[in-house]
């Protein structure tokens, strides 16, 4: 059973940027038909798909973040990272990584809240 588990930054400083890693167990994230994901929910608002890695590497991310947002990853130690950069209070959400958010092998990390905050 595949279980995904997001780091804890708490909290993070305006400006500074903010990285949060998915470590991931039962799977690895080298198969080719995986797509992993970072997805958001600020308070009273809807989730935010910010972008994702595929099994071979290739990054996708959103538009209204891509000029912020970087994907990596650490094949050896099966996890993935989501830099986003300058960061800003609205970037105050629950973050989730998410193996296949839409698919039938959907499986979500328990959320992780990251407040930006002086």
């Known amino acids: 059973q595949v279980q995904l588990q997001e780091s804890d930054p708490g909290l993070v400083k305006p400006s500074q940027t903010l990285s949060l890693t998915c470590t991931v167990s039962g799977d690895s994230i080298t198969t080719i038909s995986r797509y992993w994901n970072w997805i958001r929910q600020s308070p009273g608002k809807g989730l935010e798909w910010m972008g994702g890695i595929t099994g071979s590497g290739s990054t996708y991310y959103s538009p209204s973040l891509k000029s912020r947002t970087s994907i990596s990853r650490d094949t050896s130690k099966n996890r993935f990272t989501l830099h986003l950069s300058s960061g800003t209070p609205e970037d105050t959400a629950v973050y989730y990584c998410?193996?296949?958010?839409?698919?039938?092998?959907?499986?979500w990390g328990q959320g992780t809240q990251v407040t930006v905050s002086s």
């Open positions: 998410a193996r296949d958010p839409l698919g039938p092998l959907a499986s």
